[in-house]
Every structure is written in structure tokens, then in C-alpha cells.
Nanobody, 122 residues
């Protein structure tokens, strides 16, 4: 069974930082685009960031540009999201996704993780 497993979520004060990681099990995603989405209570899931298979193309939501950085691990099979200067409005469940770069950006990825909670207190 193919799974994407997120880690690194937690509770942090506004202005703080967290680093999320996503690692697959059951198959390799080194030739796939990967990315992150988030869903806050009562809101729709929204795109956060994406990176292509080689790591030389990235995309970010306007709300996180300059604060969040997406990267891939050395083996290209993992993806990380460094989140700095966190705000209370960043509070959400963060989901990892994998697929073509276009599918990840568009939210139509075939593979999704179960999510990890990020809570930013004011």
C-alpha cells in the first residue's frame, strides 16, 4: 500500500518556525512532483507549495511567499516545508501530495498523506 507520511507538525507561537517532512512508503516518488496543501477548520483545502521532481522548479501560494520554503531530500524521495515567521492564520492540517507538478499545483494529485496538525498561537 502506497502511503505518504507527514511529520513535524505541532504547536508554536506566532513568529516561530516549524519544519514539516513527508516521506513515502510502498514506492518511490523521486521522479514525481511533490507539494503541500492545508485545510483550516471550516475552510476549503488550499494550495501551499509545490516542487518538481528535480527540485529546480517551485511554486508558492501568495500567502506564504517569503516565509515558507519547500525542498526535496538528497534522494529526491522526500519533501520538506520550512515554515518561518508563522502566523495564527497558518493554523491548519497540512497535507503532503505527490503526482505530476501540474497535478500537485492544481490539487488533483493521486497520492495524499493523512495530514499533520500545525497550530500557531497568538
Amino acid at each position: 500500500q502506497v502511503q505518504l507520511v507527514e511529520s513535524g507538525g505541532g504547536l508554536v507561537q506566532a513568529g516561530g518556525s516549524l519544519r514539516l517532512s513527508c516521506a513515502p512508503s510502498g514506492r518511490t516518488f523521486s521522479t514525481y512532483g511533490m507539494g503541500w496543501f492545508r485545510q483550516a477548520p471550516g475552510k476549503e483545502r488550499e494550495f501551499v507549495a509545490a516542487i518538481n521532481w528535480s527540485g529546480d522548479s517551485t511554486a508558492y501560494a501568495d500567502s506564504v511567499k517569503g516565509r515558507f520554503t519547500i525542498s526535496r531530500g538528497n534522494a529526491k524521495n522526500t519533501v520538506h516545508l520550512q515554515m518561518n515567521t508563522l502566523k495564527p492564520e497558518d493554523t491548519a492540517v497540512y497535507y503532503c501530495a505527490a503526482g505530476s507538478f501540474t497535478a500537485v499545483v492544481g490539487g488533483t494529485s493521486r497520492f495524499w498523506g493523512q495530514g499533520t496538525q500545525v497550530t500557531v498561537s497568538s
